[in-house]
């Protein structure tokens, strides 16, 4: 079985550009998680989707960022106007099922320069 | 609220020595507690969980952790060090909230001297 997969595995946008970053979880698995790592730190939490629905997106900031994980297709993370200080490298989970004994499966990444 | 402290942003070891990375956490409910290891330009890959039960678990590549109430610690250990360790570690915990919100420490380099 194919893992998470993601694409762009590295993305350069100018300020002010949209940066889209796609994301195809495991097959079968119905959970989705974005989070997003800046240079020199840990991972942080992002947004939660199930298909069709955003379950929690208290880690991502109100503005210029969206999420998404339609019925068909993968998930995307949408970042509009981007700024210098959205370069960093964004990674997808997705978990079979809801629980917290639930394994994560991470995908490659992708990196976002802002230039 | 959770949070993760990992001790020691860059760890040094010689081949064949002892590695230890330290976790300790912050939990209001049991904690379900994890260790990812990070490859260079690569996602993250489970070596091991927590969540209820036996509190020494053993991971994959030889990895183990043992979860200490008393010390809200979570340390990661393996006994002989091999060139191939040498990556970022990451400590994690869940948030108690039915599903994985997790929360990552800053992470641990580790280096292996020949």
């Known amino acids: 079985n194919a893992g998470v997969m993601q694409n762009p595995r590295h993305l350069v946008r100018r300020r002010g550009q949209e940066a889209r970053l796609r994301c195809s979880p495991v097959k079968g698995h119905s959970h989705v998680y974005w989070y997003r790592q800046l240079p020199e730190e840990g991972l942080k939490f992002m947004v939660y989707?199930?298909?069709?629905?955003?379950?929690?997106e208290s880690g991502m900031p109100k503005e210029r960022f969206s999420a998404e994980f339609p019925k068909e297709g993968p998930s995307i993370l949408r970042i509009q106007q981007v700024v210098r200080g959205d370069s960093a490298a964004y990674f997808c989970?997705?978990?079979?099922?809801?629980?917290?004994?639930?394994?994560?499966?991470f995908g490659p990444g992708t990196r976002l320069l802002v230039l | 609220a959770q949070s993760v402290t990992q001790l020691g942003s860059h760890v040094s070891v010689s081949e064949g020595a002892l590695v230890l990375l330290r976790c300790n956490y912050s939990?209001?409910?049991?904690?379900?507690l994890f260790w990812y290891v990070q490859y260079p330009n690569q996602g993250l890959q489970l070596l091991l969980k927590?969540?209820?039960?036996?509190?020494l678990v053993k991971g994959i590549n030889g990895f183990e952790a043992e979860f200490k109430k008393s010390e809200t610690s979570f340390h990661l250990t393996k006994p002989s060090a091999h060139m191939s360790d040498a990556a970022e570690y990451f400590c994690a915990v869940t948030s108690p909230r039915g599903y994985q919100k997790v929360t990552f420490g800053t992470g641990t380099k580790l280096q292996v001297i020949p």
């Open positions: 989707l199930q298909k069709e629905n955003i379950i929690d």
């Open positions: 927590y969540t209820t039960g036996a509190t």
């Open positions: 939990s209001s409910v049991p904690p379900y």
């Open positions: 989970a997705s978990s079979l099922r809801l629980g917290q004994e639930e394994t994560q499966y």
